[in-house]
């Protein structure tokens, strides 16, 4: 059939006064019949009353031959010279037959809501899925605006904002919302993209949209969001009660209306456990929590014990090992329900409502411990086999937490054990200092503690000595001090000053702060609090410089036999934040022991601080063959008999690098002085023998001078350090890094760096209070 558009023009009084002849064709009125009478006379049937402004919609007006013709019409009001309504222009066609292609069926067919308005948010074409959830017919809508067709609601005025906004900005939109629909009796969870359609002009000429139902996909992330929530929220503490509030806390009210954990009398004693009976169960209630203050809901109190039939869920659920669903209507549930009733009439009126129920057992490492039971009034869905599933790993989650909680001896060793794979093993790789150390954990119940300590060797032939201690006992504070540990080696790594190292450690303790207070775990907030010195030592200079954050200061053993502690300002603990820390410097003679310890070594609860610390000095200067006995003896003549806190004890033999095994040249910053530099450096090499290392050395020297020269800044000092490695350093006065690019192939530079690094053991630099120093090394075969 040939596709027909009528035009007409009707004047602000209703009289035709224009007429196509694509209207001929359609109604079979010619124009000087038409036009003169009044357009109401032309129609069929009554017109709806239709907003003032342009609208769309279907009119069926009377054939001359007698018979109904529907046509889609599409008005547009007219305006006189002066601003008023002058009258309307038409046109129109016939209504849309089934589909004809492929694609428009595709349209009308698809899964999803689709919809078409115009840029004035009247609709234009829905879909079948769309009028399915309209609950409405196509032609009772098309033509409407939006917010005439739905309720006035805050997400109705965003889904017209977003139409509107697409309509004027010509951008497509894609958004998520939890709403409901006309025709649902539940909010959904939906993913609309929204796209504006252009006409041949390149102007918008209406707005297209699919919105999908994303309610199983957005349920499903919420049940993972939980999931992860639990591993941060759940088994904070080795306490059973609370580790039972916790998950009541995770679960109610996005998972459950009320919901409560059941243990058998065992689980809170020191029995082992005995098979689970085949008749009634008796379960004791450690946790429960729902929507209302009180939790009215509950039949059984807090602490109170109470025996579960067989036929009941959480019987069934502990005897059968797998989560049971019940609903409203099932004989055993209401037989359930009824008993709860029974039993706590005064809660009765609180749980009408309730439709359906999830029991889960709680089993850990093949023993069952409890169940944990959820409950649905106000929630509109039953559990069903995904909310089972969920539940179901939830489940085996707390019962280890709890399970744990009983184990607590056992767990102890896995402490210690975790504790030890985070100290460092060997403490090789550095010659600036000799070290011993011995570590003793707490025999206490409190648990391990969290006491470290580190060797961490640094560029120059410099060692950093570290030693911490993190506040509480237990796995956490474990797993804190690999933190802490990690991050100190990090941080040294970069090679900042002690204090400003402090600085950055205490800003990363309170940010683990922060992250734990907004993963609502509050009591680890109270225990992530750590104490830390830090000390470097260089062997070239012979200095030390240490700052400490809230820890005791180290002990000093001059090769005179002099002992004290270095005057230094302690400092506040990590994660106090906002507060400085202050670095002390001092030169050591060669030889000196350095004593870095924890405070369980010197404080107890029965034991003055200033006579213990009197103690260690005294046991640092008794003779002693090697570092390692001299360890023995300040353990023995220090520490009681039972000590009530982990100590770590570090000592520190400084050695020394005399003028010999150290040149430096100061350089002029100009290229032709690099050659002369280089020279220099080849024969301080043949001084010390080095003369098979000259080739890689002289290319090291020439890059690094070369560098420094073109972008650093004067003065430029060039260093060679032999130690167990040859160190070359270039310093200058700019504080800007260097690092490695890749050169392409026609580049003129960009290579040096990259062939130092491939020919030395390792690179790196580090800020100085006038700049910045460039250093390398490389291996040496041992003297």
């Not at 539940?391 to 060793?413: G, H, P, Q, Y």
């Not at 570092?627 to 000590?643: I, S, W, Y």
């Not at 043949?686 to 098979?692: M, S, T």
Request: a negative charge.
């Amino acid at each position: 059939m040939e596709h027909v558009v009528a035009a007409a023009v009707v004047d602000a009084r209703g009289i035709v006064t224009g007429w196509s002849e694509g209207a001929r064709l359609l109604t079979g009125h010619a124009a000087q019949e038409a036009v003169g009478r009044a357009a109401v006379d032309l129609l069929a049937e009554k017109l709806p009353r239709r907003a003032d402004g342009e609208w769309t919609g279907p009119v069926v007006v009377r054939h001359r031959d007698g018979h109904p013709v529907a046509l889609a019409v599409t008005a547009c009001p007219m305006l006189g010279p002066e601003g008023d309504p002058a009258g309307w222009t038409l046109t129109a066609e016939r209504p849309a037959a089934p589909e004809p292609t492929l694609a428009g069926r595709a349209f009308q067919q698809a899964s999803m809501s689709m919809s078409v308005f115009d840029p004035r948010q009247r609709y234009l074409r829905l879909n079948e899925v769309a009028c399915k959830v309209m609950g409405v017919a196509e032609d009772v809508l098309l033509g409407r605006y939006f917010p005439e067709t739905v309720e006035e609601a805050e997400h109705s005025k965003g889904f017209n904002w977003h139409l509107r906004h697409v309509a004027e900005t010509g951008r497509p939109i894609r958004y998520e919302s939890w709403t409901g629909a006309p025709s649902l009796n539940r909010e959904h969870a939906w993913t609309t993209e929204m796209w504006p359609v252009t006409n041949a002009s390149g102007e918008v000429a209406g707005v297209a949209l699919a919105a999908f139902d994303s309610t199983e996909q957005y349920l499903a992330r919420q049940r993972l969001a939980l999931l992860n929530e639990a591993a941060a929220s759940i088994g904070t503490t080795l306490d059973v009660v609370r580790t039972a509030e916790e998950v009541i806390e995770l679960l109610v009210p996005h998972f459950a209306d009320f919901a409560s954990v059941d243990l058998l009398e065992w689980v809170l004693g020191a029995d082992e456990p005995p098979p689970v009976p085949d008749g009634e169960i008796v379960l004791r209630r450690v946790a429960h929590g729902s929507g209302r203050d009180g939790t009215p809901e509950a039949a059984v109190h807090l602490g109170d014990s109470d025996s579960h039939p067989p036929f009941s869920p959480p019987a069934r659920a502990l005897r059968e090992g797998h989560a049971i669903r019940s609903q409203a209507g099932e004989p055993d549930f209401m037989r359930w329900l009824a008993e709860r009733d029974t039993r706590a009439p005064e809660g009765r009126r609180f749980r009408r409502g309730v439709h359906s129920m999830i029991s889960v057992p709680l089993r850990a490492r093949g023993t069952v411990l409890g169940v944990l039971v959820g409950i649905r009034m106000a929630h509109p869905d039953d559990y069903e086999d995904d909310d089972a599933v969920f539940a179901e790993e939830l489940a085996s989650r707390a019962a280890v937490c709890i399970d744990n909680a009983r184990r607590f001896a056992r767990e102890r060793t896995t402490a210690l054990a975790l504790q030890n794979s985070l100290l460092p093993r060997g403490l090789s790789g550095q010659a600036a200092v000799d070290v011993a150390h011995r570590y003793l954990p707490s025999g206490s119940t409190a648990g391990i503690g969290g006491d470290w300590f580190d060797v961490i060797p640094l560029s120059g032939s410099r060692v950093a000595l570290v030693v911490g201690d993190v506040v509480g006992h237990g796995i956490p504070s474990s797993a804190t001090m690999g933190r802490l540990c990690m991050a100190v080696r990090t941080l040294a790594d970069v090679d900042l000053p002690p204090d400003e190292l402090l600085t950055h450690l205490d800003d990363l303790v309170t940010h683990l702060a922060a992250y734990d207070e907004g993963g609502e775990s509050g009591e680890e907030v109270a225990e992530l609090g750590a104490t830390c010195l830090y000390a470097v030592y260089d062997p070239v200079s012979r200095r030390l410089t240490a700052a400490a954050a809230g820890h005791p200061a180290p002990a000093v053993v001059l090769p005179d036999g002099t002992t004290r502690l270095v005057d230094m300002t302690p400092g506040p603990p990590l994660g106090v934040g906002g507060l400085p820390f202050e670095a002390v410097e001092l030169e050591l003679p060669e030889g000196s022991v350095l004593a870095l310890y924890t405070d369980g070594l010197i404080e107890d609860r029965d034991r003055d601080v200033d006579r213990a610390t009197g103690e260690l000095c005294s046991a640092l200067t008794a003779p002693a063959a090697t570092l390692d006995a001299l360890c023995d003896t300040v353990l023995k003549a220090v520490l009681p008999e039972e000590p009530s806190d982990d100590v770590a004890l570090l000592l520190a033999r400084t050695r020394a690098l005399g003028t010999d095994r150290v040149a430096t040249w100061d350089v002029t910053p100009d290229p032709a002085h690099v050659a002369a530099t280089r020279a220099a450096a080849t024969e301080q090499l043949a001084a010390w023998g080095l003369e098979e290392a000259a080739f890689v050395t002289e290319l090291v020297v020439s890059e690094l001078v070369t560098n420094a020269i073109r972008y650093g800044a004067a003065p430029i000092q060039l260093r060679l350090i032999r130690d167990r490695t040859l160190i070359c350093e270039v310093s200058d006065g700019s504080s800007t890094s260097p690092h490695l690019r890749r050169a392409h192939a026609f580049d003129e530079g960009g290579r040096g760096l990259l062939l130092v690094a491939q020919l030395t053991q390792r690179w790196g630099s580090r800020q100085t209070g006038r700049g910045k120093t460039i250093w390398a090394e490389q291996t040496l075969e041992p003297e």
